[in-house]
Structure formats: C-alpha cells, structure tokens
C-alpha cells in the first residue's frame, strides 16, 4: 500500500480559500494519474473535482473550474488543491487518489478524506 494522507480542510465562509494537501508517503513519483475527488453529504457517488495525468493539462469539474487549481511538487512528494471563491455547494469530503501501472497492473489509491465546510 502506498497510503495517500490529505490535510488543510475546515470550515470557512463563502468566498474564502483553502489548500488542502495529499502526502504520498513513497515515491510520488510512481503515481502517473492523481486526483482530487469529493463526495458531498447525503451523496454515495463521488464528483471528480481535479486530475492530473502524465504531461497533460489538469483536468477540472465543470463546477470548479476558475476556482480550483491542481498541483503537485514531485519533490515533496505532495500534490495540492488551492481552492478559491469556495461556495456552500462546494461542502463535501475531498479524497486524494493515485494511480500506478497501466492496464493489468494498474492499482488505485485513496485517502481518508479532508472534510471541507463552507457556510454562507
């Protein structure tokens, strides 16, 4: 297992930002494909919110796109989600993911979640 840890949710006004964190406690450098994904309350299927794969550009949710933005440093092995102009909607559990491999030998990784609340 390659235990992802998420941190740097809270509670927050609307219109305010956080940053929250996913540590990749090996080699981030194994993971091809990480991601941000978030399940809102009440909610069993989970929302892509950001992907970063390969060289690509980052991919976004159509509902946080211009206010949300996907990073990882390799040398921290770390990846971040700056999350700007937050609004009640964007309440949820965010999970960080990570994936190495392809095809047969793909395997995914998740964390435990950051519990992210925004009031109005």
């Known amino acids: 297992q390659v235990p992802l840890v998420e941190s740097g949710g809270g509670s927050v006004q609307a219109g305010g930002s956080l940053r929250l964190s996913c540590v990749v406690s090996e080699s981030i450098g194994r993971m091809h494909t990480m991601a941000w994904y978030r399940q809102a309350p009440g909610k069993q299927q989970r929302e892509l919110v950001a992907?970063?794969?390969?060289?690509?550009?980052?991919i976004y949710g159509d509902s946080v796109k211009g206010r949300f933005t996907i990073v990882r440093d390799d040398t921290k092995n770390t990846m971040y989600l700056q999350m700007n102009n937050l609004e009640p909607e964007d309440t949820a559990v965010y999970l960080c993911?990570?994936?190495?491999?392809?095809?047969?030998?793909?395997?995914?990784?998740w964390g435990q979640g950051t519990q992210v609340t925004v009031w109005s």
């Open positions: 993911s990570g994936q190495t491999g392809v095809g047969y030998n793909a395997q995914d990784y």
């Open positions: 992907l970063l794969t390969g060289g690509s550009s980052p």
